[in-house]
């Protein structure tokens, strides 16, 4: 009988490096690495719902991958490793690609989207879809909780199931990253999407550029705000991912515009990357709990510990009703349906409103935003839409975000939890989000850097230097039904 005498590989809080080093030295293989996951989830996701699919064929892919690795003279860092990505993002296999909608439950691809092919290329074994706020929380105004969908159910939060928001939409990405059900996650986001759920489960999140990541093949929102970006433990982790997702698709124009950006953000994990940086603040994003404002002050303490120079400043918020969201949503959501097999019961935003008034135990809390969407045209060469997205720009970046950087020569922005997303969102610009501590209930909360467009590399510079300074996160106790 042969006798294995390999140190266990312990999965939980494993980076990137640390469980390649244990792949490359044979300490573990992907098979096994995978079926440790697989088993993490099947003990502990009944909680959480926070994965809305496994792939059935993940240990198969895990088991080609470890065959090839002894045939490969060097792997790149997401060789075998295994990732859950958000369930807005098609595949080509044998997981539906829903947005959380009991419409689309036999919504099976033809094709990966782009970033899946980027990531199956870099050697990933995507081992199920997460959860979500069904249609990217889109879908109703009527108190509709984070991470509920009419098809996965409701994500919890691993730091407090039933007690914290869990953020959406990328919900079962931050519960289950955060949860060690995976090495590392994708989520989208439009506005908040990615930064909510990255702070409330205690991760590492990144809302790149609008252009850097495709979204050719992600069931969309609105194409002048969309992205999908890392969700993950680390900002080296999430610095890894980035590169690996970024680039040029040829099927989304927007992409073009990143063509010479860096493609490998780890050049900017600097334990000094704080120093003498120009750091603005707006206090008028306090949050409202006496707790969480007591972190954002000892996390703005410690940026000026590591060098960072912080000056107040004042970011234009002028009130303004913008359409553009609905009326690209219209646009984009028809487009999408449209294209889909005959299996799916929905092709146009007007069958899914129907289909939907037929399953109200499941849409249990209303779809009044995709009926207020499907009383607009989604023409985008409409007057109207256009004047409002001019007036979100000029809101948003040219009298908002791109103020303040010039008159204080900045670097970036920093704000408590996520609450200044809804402006860089706008824009186009980046936000990074890295935590911060717990409050003393034990509720997670992150800091968020922003800056203009393509400064990524400066905002992880700054993450990086606060992570490394401070190693705030702590992973959740789980608890098995």
């Not at 792939?55 to 060097?74: G, M, S, V």
């Not at 506005?191 to 590492?204: H, K, R, T, Y």
């Not at 037929?358 to 989604?378: F, S």
Request: glycine letters at 8%; charged letters at 25%; a negative charge.
């Amino acid at each position: 009988m042969k006798i294995d005498n390999r140190i266990p590989f312990n999965i939980e809080e494993a980076t990137i490096l640390e469980v390649q080093k244990a792949l490359d030295s044979g300490v573990i293989t992907s098979w096994e690495l995978t079926k440790q996951y697989l088993e993490r989830i099947a003990a502990y996701d009944s909680t959480l719902c926070s994965i809305r699919e496994i792939n059935p064929d993940a240990l198969e892919i895990a088991a080609e991958l470890d065959k090839k690795r002894q045939e490969i003279n060097q792997v790149g860092p997401l060789y075998g490793i295994p990732v859950i990505i958000k369930d807005n993002i098609d595949t080509k296999d044998a997981m539906a690609t829903t947005a959380g909608s009991i419409a689309l439950e036999n919504n099976f691809a033809k094709e990966d989207a782009f970033i899946v092919k980027k990531l199956r290329e870099a050697g990933a074994i995507i081992i199920g879809k997460a959860n979500l706020s069904e249609f990217a929380n889109f879908i109703t105004e009527l108190d509709m909780p984070n991470g509920y969908s009419s098809l996965g159910g409701q994500v919890m939060n691993p730091y407090g199931p039933a007690v914290w928001d869990v953020g959406g939409s990328s919900s079962g990405t931050g519960a289950s990253i955060a949860a060690n059900f995976a090495v590392v996650g994708i989520g989208t986001e439009t506005s908040g999407s990615i930064l909510s759920p990255a702070n409330n489960n205690s991760l590492v999140g990144i809302k790149p550029t609008l252009g850097l990541v495709s979204r050719s093949g992600i069931i969309p929102l609105a194409h002048s705000q969309d992205t999908a970006g890392p969700m993950t433990r680390t900002v080296c982790d999430a610095a890894i991912l980035l590169g690996i997702i970024a680039g040029v698709d040829e099927a989304d124009e927007v992409t073009k515009t990143c063509e010479g950006q860096s493609s490998d953000y780890t050049t900017f994990l600097k334990t000094d990357g704080l120093k003498g940086k120009r750091i603005g603040v707006d206090r008028s994003f306090l949050p409202e709990e006496e707790d969480e404002v007591a972190l954002f002050n000892e996390a703005l303490e410690e940026l000026t510990k590591q060098g960072a120079i912080l000056l107040d400043v004042t970011i234009s918020r002028e009130k303004f009703e913008s359409i553009v969201l609905y009326h690209e949503f219209k646009h984009g959501i028809n487009n999408y349906l449209h294209k889909l097999s005959e299996e799916v019961p929905v092709h146009s935003l007007s069958e899914v409103i129907a289909f939907n008034k037929q399953h109200l135990d499941a849409v249990k809390y209303g779809q009044t935003i995709l009926e207020y969407c499907q009383t607009l045209n989604g023409d985008l060469e409409d007057p109207k839409y256009k004047k409002h997205r001019e007036m979100d720009i000029r809101l948003s970046a040219t009298e908002g975000i791109d103020v303040a950087m010039e008159e204080y020569q900045l670097d970036g922005l920093v704000f408590a939890k996520y609450l200044g997303c809804e402006m860089p969102a706008k824009a186009g610009y980046p936000s990074v989000t890295v935590p911060a501590g717990y409050t003393p209930k034990g509720k997670p909360m992150g800091i968020t850097f922003s800056g203009l467009a393509y400064s990524e590399p400066r905002l992880i510079e700054m993450a990086f230097s606060y992570e490394q300074a401070t190693n705030l996160r702590i992973p959740p106790e789980l608890n098995k039904e």
